[in-house]
């Protein structure tokens, strides 16, 4: 039973690593969205990647069009 334990404990830090990020970006996203305006999308993607690499949160390359378009439709 002790072995599953440690698999029990590091579980959770997973998860808490990955609802940070998610809050991360959607700080993030916001930020690039008030920033941006109206701004051509490659502005807008330009901005993001910076505020992401300056944050260390990566993301997929499909996850960061997929929130230019967002951005870019204010959802």
């Known amino acids: ?3 599953q334990q440690p698999a029990e404990d590091s579980a959770p ?3 808490e690593s990955s ?3 998610v809050d991360a970006i959607a700080g993030i996203a916001v930020e690039v969205r ?3 305006g109206a701004s051509h ?3 807008i993607e330009a901005m993001l990647r910076r505020r ?3 944050s260390s949160v990566e993301v ?3 996850d960061v ?3 230019v378009q967002q951005i870019r439709e204010g959802d």
Do not use: I, V
Request: aromatic share 0%; hydrophobic share 35%; glycine share 0%.
């Open 41 to 43: 999308a490659d502005d």
């Open 34 to 36: 008030d920033t941006a």
């Open 1 to 3: 039973m002790n072995d």
């Open 19 to 21: 609802a940070s990020d």
């Open 65 to 67: 069009q997929n929130l």
């Open 13 to 15: 830090e997973l998860d």
């Open 52 to 54: 992401l690499a300056e």
């Open 60 to 62: 997929s390359e499909d």
